[in-house]
């Protein structure tokens, strides 16, 4: 079964930016979606970004207009582009891979926004 496999986590001053990004160790069959989700202590895991297999994008409002999500469907992976961070950006991030036989999930990399 593939796993997803997620880099660029950190720790980043406001205002600055970092880049995630995550692909599949295997091949993934009738992808729907690919996106990111984050969850911060305390708190439900909510959605980022999303791409669907269309490339339609949705985003949440918190993070509009400064992170953008881009996917490469020949290579089953997707980025996170993330600008103008702010400390409440701080959260564990999670890759999602919706397909006909349901979601996959990364393992999580932890994004600190703190001066």
């Known amino acids: 079964q593939a796993q997803l496999v997620e880099s660029g986590g950190g720790l980043v001053q406001p205002g600055g930016s970092l880049r995630l990004s995550c692909a599949a160790s295997?091949?993934?069959?009738?992808?729907?979606?690919m996106g990111w989700y984050r969850q911060a202590p305390g708190k439900q895991r909510e959605l980022v970004a999303r791409?669907?297999?269309?490339?339609?994008?949705t985003y949440a409002d918190s993070v509009k207009g400064r992170f953008t999500i881009s996917r490469d469907n020949a290579k089953n992976a997707v980025a996170l582009q993330m600008n103008s961070l702010k400390p409440e950006d701080t959260a564990v991030y999670y890759c999602?891979?919706?397909?006909?036989?349901?979601?996959?999930w990364g393992q999580g990399t932890q994004v600190t926004v703190s001066s």
């Open positions: 295997g091949s993934i069959a009738s992808i729907n979606s």
């Open positions: 791409i669907a297999r269309g490339g339609t994008t």
């Open positions: 999602n891979v919706n397909s006909l036989f349901g979601d996959r």
